[in-house]
């Protein structure tokens, strides 16, 4: 029943709702999110954070959502996927690491299939770029044909990458 249920929340995540229509995939996420949390709900509404190592069938679900944001908006917790509780614990052990570049690439994608702007993920690499010093910002706008060339990432230490994908289960 949990499978079913992810895949409904994600099949109705995975359509625009028509002009009008009220917004199935929130009401359903809603409903998932109250039975996968139960009474763990008021104390993941007193959260800002939440860390989540999935297993099994839960890897398929939208977890960003479930813990009470907009389906359609992203709005609610700052959540964060783990491998496991172990690893992490592991890796906040070892010293920070550091790069020479101190620097952020943040890149966006520039249209989908269809054709329409990726709008979201241009507002995403320029959030980053006016919120933090360091991000140089490029779009599929500022570049032509290959985007670039292996050493053009030399000077970054980290790079983000804003876009849409296909899922294919």
Not at 4 to 16: G, Y
Not at 53 to 82: C, K, Q, W, Y
Not at 136 to 147: F, K, N, P
Request: aromatic share 6%.
């Amino acid at each position: 029943r949990l499978r079913e249920r992810l895949q409904l929340v994600r099949d109705l995540l995975a359509r625009p709702p028509a002009r009008g229509e009220k917004d199935e995939a929130s009401a359903a996420a809603a409903k998932l999110g109250t039975i996968l949390w139960g009474e763990l709900n008021p104390l993941i509404a007193k959260s800002r954070t939440i860390l989540v190592a999935p297993d099994g069938v839960l890897h398929l679900a939208p977890f960003e959502i479930l813990f009470g944001g907009n389906a359609r908006s992203g709005r609610g917790h700052t959540m964060a996927r783990v491998p496991s509780a172990t690893l992490l614990a592991a890796l906040r052990s070892r010293p920070a690491a550091t790069h020479a570049g101190g620097t952020m690439l943040a890149f966006a994608g520039g249209v989908r299939v269809s054709g329409e702007p990726l709008v979201g993920a241009l507002r995403e690499v320029r959030a980053l770029g006016q919120c933090y010093r360091g991000v140089t910002v490029w779009t599929s706008l500022d570049t032509t044909g290959a985007l670039v060339t292996a050493a053009s990432f030399v000077p970054f230490g980290a790079l983000h990458f804003a876009g849409h994908t296909v899922v294919d289960d």
